[in-house]
T-cell receptor, first 109, second 116 residues
Framework: RKEVEQDPGPFNVPEGATVAFNCTYS??????FFWYRQDCRKEPKLLMS???SGNEDGRFTAQLNRASQYISLLIRDSKLSDSATYLC??????????FGTGTRLLVSP | EPEVTQTPSHQVTQMGQEVILRCVPI?????FYWYRQILGQKVEFLVS????????KSEIFDDQFSVERPDGSNFTLKIRSTKLEDSAMYFC??????????????FGNGTRLTVT
């Protein structure tokens, strides 16, 4: 089983749609969880940390289910500028972050 | 906003040559990292560095690789005897606190290494 697993997509959605991405991780001892965004051939950029209680940042909501080892990201009212690859990231070691392969989102007019 | 800067943006080298990739982390950050991303694949952890020593490394980071903080600002990745499969985008990152404390990693723009 992969350490961090994501559906690669692409998810094609119209502007204004709500879209959800899921991620599963294999190491039950993982402590920290993040969503990063990566534009084509650019560096990853932190979108948000993910907390057990769930957290929201504007149109973005992240949820963590430790029992199921499952992380989600919900994007409401999608914008064209949301088109990117969304990376699920998990800390598995002292400082080692493991990245998923990413889920590609394409928002169309 | 402070940034992690990497040079060069693109490095082309011949197989068997040595390359040094350079990074200037954010000035008040204490933890430094190298990651790589082969085209079309996921971002992979190489090494983390704290207090002038390696704190964690992956199985990818073998004797071919080394890191150094030669002065108070630069953080370098040296790849000896490069192979075709070393071709990738190499990202430097830094964080204020340890990655596990939910302290976010700030990535540089990357150096695209092409080994011919």
């Amino acid at each position: 089983r992969k350490e961090v697993e994501q559906d690669p997509g692409p998810f094609n959605v119209p502007e204004g749609a709500t879209v959800a991405f899921n991620c599963t991780y294999s190491n039950s001892a993982s402590q920290s969880f993040f969503w990063y965004r990566q534009d084509c051939r650019k560096e990853p950029k932190l979108l948000m940390s993910v907390y057990s209680s769930g957290n929201e940042d504007g149109r973005f909501t992240a949820q963590l289910n430790r029992a199921s080892q499952y992380i989600s990201l919900l994007i409401r009212d999608s914008k064209l500028s949301d088109s990117a690859t969304y990376l699920c990231v998990v800390r598995t070691g002292f400082q080692k972050l493991v990245f998923g392969t990413g889920t590609r989102l394409l928002v169309s007019p | 906003e402070p940034e992690v800067t990497q040079t060069p943006s693109h490095q082309v080298t011949q197989m068997g040559q040595e390359v040094i990739l350079r990074c200037v982390p954010i000035s008040n950050h204490l933890y430094f990292y190298w990651y790589r991303q082969i085209l079309g694949q996921k971002v992979e952890f190489l090494v983390s560095f704290y207090n002038n020593e390696i704190s964690e490394k992956s199985e990818i980071f073998d004797d071919q690789f080394s890191v150094e903080r030669p002065d108070g600002s630069n953080f370098t990745l040296k790849i000896r005897s490069t192979k075709l499969e070393d071709s990738a985008m190499y990202f430097c990152a830094s964080s204020e606190l340890a990655a596990g404390s939910n302290s976010p990693l700030h990535f540089g723009n990357g150096t695209r290494l092409t080994v011919t």
